[in-house]
């Protein structure tokens, strides 16, 4: 069964680890919102660590009165920026609502010593597929240099987000784009660039 | 209130032509609506998730007739508070909901005095435990301190709140609780923020009156409790006036009946939304979202029961709404159900949603709760392929040097780790709890790992007993303890992890902030001069960067008779490097290193990763503290530059 998202509401849930910059494209996105005279509440959550940590962000958009959390399998978006954590974003998500995956890998210190197992893109591709989502895939390799300085990742998924998903239709992509630009000035070039690109990688379709 | 998401409280406040709306936090909503309520005086300590009320105070520019501070703890602050409003100005206290423990005895005192200008404690609660303490529900406080208490719904809610709560605590003459939680607190929502007020210009009041400011005597201590309980009785009729619990009758009589505390309230019109759906004849419940959480409302309670023939308590942590409900219910003979905590529906344990609104529902309406249909299994499974990231401390964290030099130390002196008692306490340093340092053994409260300690050594434990505490804390509350211990002439080591900042809140200023960083007008208090002056004799300043000199000095102190105090110090990492700061460059040699991971295994710095064949440091996190050069075996990373940290 596929339940559409009610009216005008829209739920995004991002997750990602702390250092990502997870919290700053949903504060984007609900500044947007209120920019375009939608009701927004932007709920942040993240662990003690300053970094490292997980990190899970609930964007709710176009209700009044509205409770902060976004029930269990509700969600009409998920965006997860690292392949493990996106897996929390499994029970967000609706049946018929969106899943997109930055395949990142941030292994677990852990893990990286062998000592604990990390996921298989494939295991977290099939989990997306079981709980109903439409995943589309955004590969990190899109993201590249721009004269000589590395793009940020979080904007490179927020063009993705906003240019290849539902999201784009509640939120106009050129307004979040022109936030991001206001927003830091000094490195308009290099964001506009990271923004088109994720916008540009999801235009191949899923 | 209506749909669109004005609360009733707007209905009162009247907008002038510069108000704006705004996307702030629930916390920033406290402080704004303080500004607003032309409050004097604004204190607290910080704790999650509080921290952001007055930390945003103290990132404006205010008028000079106010005055911002982040005070030494919460009972300082909370004295500080009342002070200010036992000389007729208004005055606000912030903290988290801990915190409200320590300034509790100060808070009984004055709540049955009673006050003369606007005293409002904005304190934070947090259901679901993000921030790792008691899991803890302020609202008894309220009761038992027999104070009003507000609830915001809503961040909006929150600004309109702390304005009310103002007016309240003058009109009756009592402090008034601003209760919030972490969803609250920490939400960003759209608010129409007004053009702050100054403060009134009032003359202070001195007024001596023993029968009103001292507890001198029965007769005295007996009339306060009469006048505390008559002011609880005012702010419940003040409450009714100024419409603060929301009840909503259904049409018809029967059916549902909902009690919401607070943030619940805001799940309840998409819940029924839901059940509108796979309900059939589903009937709008009655409810009232109460936001007077005390006293109970128990006039709306009582029109409630009459309508309704099934109640539901919505309420997170505590079922204090439900027991009152309870005797409501008893006085005014309703003989129906009430679905809450104490009938096993909910648990007492963690945040509210959606998912309570319908599963309460549901149990009174006796229907099975709609499930989230067959993905039980892909959730169950999905949490357990979810890596675990356990919490550890940050590139380039001096605590990190610390908790080797104590783990090396106890090696030295030929002792296992698992028969050395470590106590530890609150803030940042207790992240030496998890691996690889596991070397911190508990957690309490503020300042408790010094008394735990002295504890210890009276316990007959053969070994040393070592107490590690940070800098915001030890000024907090360790001095009590450091002091009882050199009074008591006890054998431990108290080892003081001084990075200068109160960090894990989000880098508050404390008495050992350096001078340049203290705010305007502010004085360092420096403890290498004021730990020796507490009668500590054997005292011993460490840089947790130089391993080798630091886990000797640790080692010699373990072996000395008396209180020994070790002061680790280096500057919170992430403070540094936000100037600009590093204390170093290292760099891997590729030709000498073996993969043989020891600088990942004996660090866990986040910096560090293993590439194919050699360790690789991510250059944009590393801090170059060069730890992981001083326990590399093989000699293969490089000290580059020494930096000035």
């Given at each position: 069964m596929t339940e559409r998202s009610t009216g005008s509401t829209y739920d995004v849930v991002l997750v990602g680890?702390?250092?990502?910059?997870v919290l700053t494209i949903g504060r984007l996105m609900a500044e947007a919102a209120l920019d375009a005279d939608l009701g927004v509440n932007f709920y942040p959550t993240k662990g003690m660590?300053?970094?490292?940590g997980g990190v899970k962000v609930q964007v709710r958009i176009g209700?009044?009165?509205?409770?902060?959390q976004i029930p269990?399998?509700?969600?009409?978006l998920v965006v997860a920026m690292e392949r493990s954590e996106a897996l929390k974003g499994v029970t967000c998500v609706r049946p018929g609502g969106e899943f997109l995956l930055y395949g990142h890998v941030w292994e677990p210190t852990q893990v990286m010593l062998g000592k604990a197992d990390y996921p298989a893109e494939e295991q977290v591709r099939e989990l997306i597929l079981a709980a109903g989502a439409r995943l589309r895939y955004l590969d990190p390799d899109g993201l590249h240099s721009c004269d000589g300085a590395r793009m940020p990742a979080n904007i490179y998924v927020l063009g993705a987000a906003v240019g290849g998903t539902d999201l784009g239709r509640v939120l106009d992509p050129e307004a979040v784009l022109d936030l991001v630009r206001r927003r830091w000035e000094r490195h308009a070039a290099l964001n506009e660039a990271a923004f088109g690109a994720g916008l540009e990688a999801m235009s191949h379709g899923p | 209130m209506d749909r669109n998401g004005k609360p009733d409280a707007h209905k009162r406040a009247k907008l002038s032509e510069g108000a704006k709306n705004q996307l702030i936090t629930g916390n920033e909503a406290v402080a704004l609506g303080a500004l607003r309520a032309g409050v004097r005086v604004v204190t607290g300590y910080p704790g999650?998730?509080?921290?952001g009320a007055l930390g945003s105070l103290l990132q404006m520019d205010a008028e000079e007739s106010r005055h911002f501070e982040w005070s030494t703890n919460e009972k300082i602050a909370f004295d500080i508070a009342a002070g200010t409003a036992w000389a007729g100005q208004r005055a606000m206290c912030t903290m988290k909901m801990s915190g409200l423990n320590v300034a509790s005895d100060s808070v009984f005192s004055i709540a049955h005095s009673g006050v003369n200008g606007g005293l409002v404690i904005y304190v934070a609660d947090d259901p679901g435990a993000h921030a790792g303490?008691?899991?803890?529900?302020s609202r008894g406080y309220a009761r038992m301190m027999d104070l009003p208490m507000v609830e915001p719904m809503t961040v909006a809610e929150a600004y309109e709140m702390v304005i009310l709560a103002f007016e309240l605590s003058e009109r009756i003459g009592s402090p008034v609780f601003v209760r919030s939680v972490t969803s609250i607190a920490n939400s960003h929502a759209a608010v129409m923020v007004d053009e702050p007020v100054a403060p009134e210009d009032r003359e202070p009041i001195l007024e001596r009156d023993i029968a009103k400011y001292?507890?001198?005597?029965s007769a005295i201590a007996q009339a306060q409790h009469h006048d505390v309980i008559r002011r609880l009785r005012q702010a419940g009729e003040a409450m009714r006036e100024m419409g603060l619990n929301d009840l909503r009758l259904a049409h018809e009589p029967g059916g549902v009946g909902i009690i919401s505390a607070g943030v619940v309230g805001a799940y309840l019109d998409e819940a029924f939304a839901l059940l509108e759906d796979a309900v059939p004849q589903w009937r709008q419940p009655s409810v009232l979202r109460v936001?007077?959480?005390?006293?109970?409302?128990a006039e709306e309670a009582r029109r409630l029961f009459a309508r309704c023939d099934t109640i539901v308590v919505l309420e997170e942590l505590e079922p204090h709404l439900e027991r009152q409900a309870w005797v409501e219910a008893r006085r005014s003979d309703f003989g129906g159900r009430i679905v809450g905590k104490l009938d096993g529906t909910?648990?007492?344990v963690g945040e509210y949603g959606v998912g309570h609104v319908v599963r309460g529902v549901s149990e009174a309406l006796g229907l099975e709760e709609p499930r989230a249909m067959e993905r039980g299994a892909v959730y169950e499974k999905a949490d357990r392929l979810t890596a675990a990231r356990p919490i550890t401390v940050c590139a380039g964290c001096p605590h990190r040097g610390t908790f080797l030099a104590i783990n090396r130390a106890l090696r030295q002196r030929k002792l296992h780790r698992d028969e050395v008692m470590v106590t530890g306490d609150i803030?940042?340093?207790?992240?030496?709890?998890?691996?690889?340092?596991?070397t911190v053994w508990n957690e309490v409260s503020m300042g408790a790992s010094i008394g735990l300690a002295q504890g210890y050594v009276y316990s007959g434990l053969k070994t040393p007993v070592i107490a590690t505490i940070g800098d915001s804390t030890f000024f907090h509350g360790g001095i009590p303890g450091l002091i009882n211990a050199v009074q008591h002439q006890v054998d431990l080591t108290v080892i003081i992890m001084d990075n200068y900042w109160t960090a894990m809140t989000g880098m508050q200023t404390n008495p050992g902030t350096q001078a340049t960083f203290q705010p305007s007008g502010n004085r360092r208090i420096d403890l290498a001069e004021l730990i020796p002056a507490m009668g500590v004799e054997h005292f011993f300043v460490i840089d947790p960067f130089q391993l080798e000199e630091a886990t000797t000095t640790v080692a010699d102190a373990l072996r000395l008779p008396g209180v020994k105090v070790v002061l680790a110090r280096q500057e919170c990492a992430i403070q540094a490097q936000r100037r600009g700061l590093r204390a170093g460059l290292v760099a891997v040699d590729a030709e000498l290193?073996?993969?043989?991971r020891r600088c990942i295994t004996v660090t866990?710095?986040?910096?560090l990763s293993l590439d194919d064949e050699t360790v690789s440091i991510d250059q944009g996190l590393c801090?170059?503290?060069s730890l992981c050069a001083q326990v590399c075996p093989f000699e293969a990373?490089?000290?580059?530059r020494e930096g000035h940290p």
């Open positions: 680890v702390g250092g990502q910059g660590a300053q970094r490292g209700r009044g009165i509205v409770g902060p269990e399998g509700r969600a009409d | 999650t998730p509080s921290s303490m008691v899991e803890q529900d001292t507890k001198a005597g936001r007077g959480t005390n006293p109970f409302p909910f648990e007492r803030g940042c340093t207790i992240l030496g709890m998890n691996p690889p340092f596991e290193c073996t993969a043989c866990g710095c986040p910096s801090y170059g503290c990373i490089e000290i580059k």
